[in-house]
C-alpha cells in the first residue's frame, strides 16, 4: 500500500498544482452542494492521472499538502484511496461498482512463518465462503491466487487502480491482464507477517457489496460475518500456518484493511520478537535490555527497538514498529511528552518480562546494512547497528513446514 508521503521541496507541475488547488477548494468548501462540485472535479483530475499513469503528479501534491494545509492532505489522500480501490466498469450494458477487498490473516510464531502461500487448491472453497459468509447476495467476485505480503501488494495508486480494474474485469467474467505480483525475498528469520486474501467484488451499480449492508432488522453483523469467515477460514488457511498464532480480520475494503493490519501486527512483532528470544535463544526477560529509536528523513517514519544483554551492547535481535499516521509521524521526537508511542512499546516490553527499556532521544536514520539489506538497530549507546547472536545461541528458527 502507498505509505504516507514525506514531505519534499520541488517545482510542482501543473497537474500537481491542480490536484492541490482542488484538494485546498474542497477542504474550504461550506455546503453538501459544494462538496459535490469540487469532489467531481476531484474525482475527474485523479481519475485521469490514474489511467495515464502518473502517480508522481499525486505524491507530489500529497507531499505538499502535507506540509502546507493538513485538511486538504487528508480530503486528497482520502479520495486517491477511493478512486484506486474503487471503479465502474460496463457489462452487458450494466454499470457494476467494483471495489478491491483484502482479508487479513495477522499471524505470529515462535518457530518460523511458511514459505509457500499459494491458493490455488483452496480458491474455489475461499470463493464460496466469501460468497456465503461476506458478499451480498448479488456480488460478482475474483481473487488472486495466493495470499500476498505488504512488499507484494500495489505500493503506488496507480498499481492499485490496475488491480481494482484487472479484478474487477475477472469477476464481471470480462477478458483481463493479470495483476503483477512480485516476488520477494526469503521470509527467513521473520516471526510475524500479516498476509492478505485480495479480491475484487462486482454489484450492479448501487446496490449493496456485502451482506451487513442489508437494512433488513434480522440482517447479519459485522461481528456475525467475521465470526463466520473466522470458523470457516480454520479449515482452508489456518493449515498452512502450522506452528503459529494466526487472527483473521474482517474482508474489507482494500485500503482500510491494510492499515488496520498494518496496526495489528506491531505489537504482535515486538511480542514475537520477545518470545523468540526467550525460548529458542533462551535469554529470560530480566538479561535482556531494549533500546528505542525513533527512525526517519524529515519526519518520525518508525521505531526501532534494538535488543541486547545486560553485559553487552551488542545488538543481537531488532524489532520495527511502523508509523501509520501523521498525528504519529510529527510527534517530536526529542520530546518524549508528545509522543505516547515508545510508551506503549515499553509497557508492551514490561508486559513481557523485559524491564531494562531504555528511549534514545532525536532522530535516527533509517539505515540498512549494504550486503543482505538487513535493518540496523540502537543499542543504549546511540549507536545502530547489524544485530547479530552469539555463537553459543542457536540462530536457526524451528521449521515446522
Not at 505509505?3 to 501543473?14: G, I, K, Q, T
Not at 528469520?189 to 451499480?205: E, H, Q, T, Y
Not at 535490555?289 to 518508525?302: M, W
Not at 526501532?304 to 510527534?331: C, M
Request: proline content about 5%.
Amino acid at each position: 500500500m502507498p505509505r504516507m508521503p514525506l514531505p519534499h521541496h520541488h517545482r510542482l507541475s501543473r497537474d500537481t498544482q491542480r490536484l492541490a488547488k482542488l484538494a485546498q477548494s474542497l477542504a474550504l468548501s461550506g455546503s453538501r452542494l459544494e462538496d459535490i462540485y469540487w469532489e467531481n472535479l476531484l474525482g475527474a483530475q485523479l481519475s485521469r492521472l490514474l489511467q495515464g499513469k502518473k502517480n508522481q503528479a499525486i505524491e507530489h501534491a500529497l507531499d505538499y499538502l502535507l506540509a502546507n494545509n493538513v485538511n486538504a492532505y487528508e480530503i486528497l489522500i482520502e479520495q486517491a484511496e477511493t478512486h484506486s480501490e474503487s471503479a465502474t466498469l460496463l457489462a452487458d450494458e450494466q454499470a457494476y461498482d467494483i471495489l478491491l477487498f483484502a482479508a487479513p490473516a495477522v499471524v505470529w510464531t515462535r518457530y518460523q512463518l511458511p514459505a509457500q502461500y499459494s491458493l490455488r487448491h483452496n480458491l474455489s472453497a475461499i470463493e464460496q465462503q466469501l460468497k456465503t459468509h461476506i458478499l451480498a447476495p448479488a456480488a460478482k467476485l475474483a481473487l488472486l491466487d495466493e495470499l500476498v505480503s505488504f512488499d507484494q501488494m500495489p505500493q503506488t495508486f496507480h498499481d492499485t487502480w490496475a488491480w481494482t480494474h484487472r479484478l474487477g474485469q475477472k469477476a464481471l467474467g470480462q477478458k483481463a491482464e493479470a495483476c503483477e505480483i512480485r516476488s520477494i525475498p526469503s521470509n527467513e528469520g521473520m516471526l510475524a507477517d500479516a498476509r492478505f486474501v485480495v479480491g475484487a467484488v462486482a454489484v450492479p451499480k448501487g446496490q449493496p457489496l456485502f451482506l451487513w449492508q442489508s437494512d433488513d432488522t434480522a440482517a447479519v453483523t459485522r461481528e456475525q460475518c467475521l465470526e463466520n469467515w473466522t470458523q470457516a477460514s480454520a479449515a482452508t488457511i489456518t493449515p498452512m500456518f502450522t506452528g503459529c498464532s494466526i487472527e483473521y480480520l474482517l474482508p474489507d475494503a482494500y485500503y482500510i484493511n491494510s492499515r488496520e493490519a498494518d496496526r495489528r501486527i506491531r505489537p504482535l512483532a515486538l511480542k514475537a520478537a520477545v518470545t523468540w528470544l526467550q525460548t529458542v535463544a533462551r535469554l529470560p526477560g530480566d538479561e535482556l535490555r531494549a533500546t528505542i529509536a525513533a527512525c526517519g528523513d524529515n519526519v518520525i517514519e518508525e521505531y526501532r527497538v534494538g535488543f541486547s544483554t545486560q553485559h553487552s551492547n551488542d545488538i543481537i535481535y531488532g524489532s520495527i514498529w511502523p508509523v501509520l499516521s501523521k498525528e504519529e509521524s510529527v510527534a517530536d521526537s526529542i520530546n518524549a511528552e508528545q509522543a505516547d508511542i515508545p510508551d506503549e512499546i515499553a509497557a508492551l516490553l514490561n508486559e513481557m518480562g523485559v524491564v531494562d527499556v531504555r528511549r534514545l532521544s532525536g532522530l535516527y536514520a533509517v539505515e540498512f546494512c549494504d550486503d543482505c539489506g538487513a535493518p540496523y538497530f540502537p543499542n543504549p549507546l546511540g549507536e545502530m547497528l547489524h544485530p547479530e547472536l552469539p555463537e553459543e545461541i542457536d540462530l536457526d528458527p524451528v521449521h515446522l513446514h
